[in-house]
């Protein structure tokens, strides 16, 4: 029910490249005082969807009496959509009766895109986060090749199960693990949860440093009411970076002290050669 749902933005895969005619490009308050002074009044926007590799134009209404928080419904970073496109960890095993099965997690099928504050732009970051929660509760926004949807999913990383690793997955990272083909062909859908999802700190307005063309997305504190996850940015994007490397050696998530392994694939924005992927064990 929220304008952002209406207006038919994907959560991760949608950037704002454009409010009202004016190009973001740089890190400043222009988007959130458009935001502000349109309140009930159409505010066009123009976004770019690293899936489809195409650019729309939609038009939002914020407002403050759609049964939500925010005037629009959602969260927003200034980022680079430079191979924002790798920026994803792909589930390839699940194990019975783990946290991941419990959290409905989809084997082949699920694609692990962050948190409402942190992108998974490889499986190191993944398993920072999960570290972060282990034995609570953490909202993964996760992405399904056979529903072409992108859903909010609650996860509870803990080694009080009967098998290994705090999730009880394996999941796989770079060239290899990239979407399908077939997935491109669309920008995708978000499903809204049952209450809207935001990250536990809030700011009024963006803050980090400005993406560059040629470096990794920054990290900046996500800001409620403006657009999707991963959006405001006006940076190229889009490439691919060469060919494929050898596969990584594999890298434990949530591994107990002494796990070795680094997560495969090159930080994003860089330019040497993707990585042929990681696959990290059940023991996650």
Partial sequence: NSPAASAGLVSFFD??????????????????????????????????????????????TPRRNWGGQGMLGVTIRFDSFWRAEEALVRVLEVQPDSPAELAGLEPEKDYLLGTAEKVFKDTETLNEEVVKFLDSTVEFYV????????????????????????????????????????????????????????????????AGPPAQEEAAPAEATPVADAAPQVPMTAATGGANGGEPSSPSAPAPACAPEGGEGSAGGNEAGSHPEDSGGSKIPAKS
């Fill in 143 to 206: 992405y399904n090749t056979a529903t072409d949807e992108v859903r909010v999913v609650v996860v509870m990383p803990t080694h009080n199960w009967d098998g290994q690793g705090c999730l009880g997955l394996s999941v796989g990272h770079g060239f290899l693990h990239r979407l399908p083909h077939r997935c491109k062909q669309s920008t995708g859908r978000s499903i809204e949860p049952a209450r809207a999802i935001f990250p536990t700190s809030l700011s009024d307005a963006t």
């Fill in 15 to 60: 950037f704002v490249v454009a409010a009202n005619g004016e190009p973001l490009k740089v890190l400043d308050q222009r988007f959130v005082e458009m935001i502000k002074s349109s309140e009930n009044k159409p505010l066009p926007l123009t976004i770019f969807n690293i899936k489809s590799e195409t650019t729309r134009d939609v038009v939002i």
